[in-house]
């Protein structure tokens, strides 16, 4: 038996099958599959679309609902990495960007729709100042220049285990193996892939999250050095990991007492979590959030809000925040009526009901089999957490996290009409059209794979 208590050669053996399962379900796909590995690195347009043996492509998807090459349907939960919380084919936001197509698609010019995004983005999240971008490693690109050029110093801090995007200055302990990154009070910062020169993995440090004393001892080494602290308030990049009760009240007394300009990374909470997202829901404002996925209904784009001080840095052009796409008038379209349409409060209210009732019923599942796991999950994301332990950072998760039953969970869901994220590290999404019935779906794959590897 494995530290699980479950049998891995049961658990190899039914992954063996379920794989089987997936190739015969998945013929068009694999065709596609090699066409496009002639013209496409891995045969995808970004790495983290990637499976084994091969993706799924799909073609459509309407409401809750999408479908593949082979025709097979799916219920969704995997959400686009979580941004279609508005659904599929949403005619309130078709309607606003067909609307705005026959007006045109680019003006890089300023239109009203941006005025009317950024005062919403202000109503919800409580900073004063907004700026567009494209994408949420742009939204935090900009944040770690403007904190830099806010207070003249040059380090980055950041949480192990955390993605903020693909650029040099976060790119650094993103998923280091243990035996890499020293002790918890004196962390290793370690880039995450080749292709980042070693002078600028020096200039970002890493925490554990959840850990306030290894916080303050960093800080005592270098908090005079320190522009900003980069944090998820709910770490969604390892399953879910939510904050201990005060810990990010602690993060901000403390980066405020070292003049460190606090960035909240809310890529995957802001419009996912609740209506003012992590920073409403917590009831701690940073200087700088950062938005983007479901935040502009299903178009690539995403934000920065500031503070009345950083706010002052751009304007003076201090710092340069430019963009030829910025607010783009399609995305801003989508945006305003995904966040004053779609997503409103009473939309989260739901999205909270839906998630607590699909939590619900895995956990029943997990207790009745006796799987070691739990769920998590806040607002429109939960998950199933493969561990005995339960996860409060990074290093937890990689000691504790069952990545093959996680891999075999997965599979079951893939082959039982459930499209998930590829990643066994990732969550479900709720949309606002996911149905009792969508859940219910869900939790009956859920239990296939329970009952089969535990019998």
């Not at 049961?10 to 099958?17: M, Q, V």
């Not at 009760?245 to 070292?258: H, I, K, S």
């Not at 399609?330 to 909270?352: D, I, S």
Request: proline share 5%.
């Amino acid at each position: 038996m494995s530290e699980s208590g479950l049998d891995p050669k049961k658990i190899a053996s039914l992954t063996e099958a379920q794989q089987e399962i997936y190739r015969n379900r998945t013929g068009k796909s694999a065709e596609e599959y090699k066409r496009a590995v002639e013209v496409m690195p891995g045969g995808v347009p970004s790495s983290f679309q990637m499976m084994d043996p091969w993706p799924v492509y799909l073609t459509e998807g309407k409401g809750s609902q999408v479908w593949d090459v082979d025709g097979n349907q799916y219920t969704d939960f995997h959400a686009g990495f979580g941004v279609m919380v508005i659904g599929h084919a949403n005619p309130t936001i078709g309607e606003a960007v067909k609307a705005r197509i026959d007006q045109s698609t680019h003006f890089a010019a300023p239109t009203n729709d941006s005025i009317e995004v950024a005062e919403e983005l202000k109503k919800r999240f409580g900073l004063p100042h907004w700026r567009f971008i494209n994408s949420g490693t742009e939204a935090t690109m900009d944040a770690v220049h403007l904190a830099r050029g806010a207070t003249g110093r040059d380090m980055i801090l950041k949480v192990e285990g955390s993605y903020h995007g693909h650029h040099d200055a976060v790119m650094v302990s993103v998923a280091p193996p243990l035996e890499q990154i020293g002790t918890r009070e004196n962390p290793i910062a370690v880039p995450y892939g080749e292709g980042t020169p070693k002078a600028l993995t020096d200039l970002t440090h890493t925490v554990p999250f959840n850990n306030v004393d290894a916080l303050k001892a960093v800080l005592e080494n270098i908090g005079d050095q320190v522009a900003g602290m980069i944090v998820e308030p709910a770490m969604m990049n390892i399953n879910i990991i939510p904050p201990k009760d005060g810990y990010l009240q602690a993060v901000r007394e403390l980066t405020q007492q070292y003049g460190i300009k606090l960035i909240f990374d809310e890529v995957k909470t802001g419009a996912t979590m609740s209506h003012g997202g992590a920073t409403g829901y917590y009831g701690v404002t940073p200087d700088m959030i950062t938005l983007a996925k479901a935040t502009c209904g299903g178009y690539p784009g995403g934000s920065i809000g500031m503070s009345d001080e950083i706010a002052q840095l751009v304007e003076d052009d201090r710092v340069k925040q430019y963009g030829t796409f910025n607010g783009n008038p399609l995305v801003m379209a989508a945006a305003k009526a995904a966040l004053t349409e779609v997503l409103t409060e009473e939309a989260y209210v739901e999205l909270n009901e839906k998630n607590e009732y699909l939590k619900g019923r895995c956990q029943e599942i997990i207790d009745k089999y006796g799987l070691p796991a739990y769920t998590e999950g806040i607002g429109a994301k939960g998950c199933v957490i493969f561990s005995p332990e339960r996860i409060y950072e990074y290093r937890d998760y990689a000691e504790y996290v069952d990545a093959e039953l996680s891999t075999l969970g997965w599979l079951y869901h893939m082959n039982n009409g459930i499209f998930m994220t590829p990643g066994v590290e990732e969550e479900w999404t709720l949309s606002v059209f996911h149905t009792e019935q969508d859940l219910d779906n869900y939790a009956n794959a859920f239990e296939l794979f329970a009952r089969d590897v535990t019998a």
